[in-house]
């Protein structure tokens, strides 16, 4: 094999492996958060990071404070405060979510659409967040 040849192969091994990295999410897709996740009902300890994104009133809620998640339907989850306050978080997400998933996600101020959530330990992107009033 020549040196072109070589750097040929080289070039495209690095090629590879950053498509690959965009495919799997990479570095940018992580969600701020670390460990597991929590079933629906527990209490999320981790506070994470917070969101990447600035705030925008059109595709942000906040959510410090909102530490228990409970399922809504297979793409879509609930915060609520477990002070039992009159509003909860609603996040659509871009992947599956069972009632037995364990998710973990940010309480640190905000969270954005295009922010990530664990989903079973899975990078997951939010597609829609609401906040929803009891009254």
Same mark, same amino acid.
């Given at each position: 094999?020549?040196?072109?040849?070589?750097?040929?192969?080289?070039?495209?091994?690095?090629?590879?492996?950053?498509? +690959?990295?965009? $495919?799997?999410?990479?570095?940018?897709?992580?969600?701020?958060?670390?460990?597991?996740?929590?079933?629906?009902?527990?209490?999320? /300890?981790?506070?994470?990071?917070?969101? *990447?994104?600035?705030?925008? $009133?059109?595709?942000?809620?906040?959510?410090?404070?909102?530490?228990?998640?409970?399922?809504?339907?297979? *793409?879509?989850?609930? +915060? *609520?405060?477990?002070?039992?306050?009159?509003?909860?978080?609603?996040?659509?997400? $871009?992947?599956?979510? +069972?009632? /037995?998933?364990?998710?973990?996600? /940010?309480?640190?101020?905000?969270?954005?659409? *295009?922010?990530?959530?664990?989903?079973?330990?899975?990078?997951?992107?939010?597609?829609?967040?609401?906040?929803?009033?009891?009254?």
């Amino acid at each position: 094999m020549n040196s072109r040849s070589n750097h040929l192969a080289v070039n495209t091994g690095v090629v590879c492996v950053v498509l +690959l990295m965009a $495919a799997c999410g990479g570095s940018n897709s992580s969600s701020g958060i670390s460990g597991g996740g929590v079933i629906a009902g527990a209490t999320q /300890t981790s506070i994470g990071d917070g969101s *990447d994104s600035n705030w925008d $009133a059109a595709k942000c809620e906040l959510v410090a404070g909102f530490t228990k998640w409970k399922w809504r339907r297979a *793409d879509t989850f609930h +915060l *609520d405060e477990p002070s039992g306050a009159d509003a909860n978080v609603s996040i659509m997400v $871009a992947c599956e979510i +069972l009632e /037995t998933s364990k998710i973990e996600y /940010t309480t640190k101020n905000y969270l954005c659409v *295009d922010d990530k959530v664990k989903v079973d330990n899975e990078d997951c992107s939010i597609t829609s967040i609401t906040t929803k009033f009891d009254n």
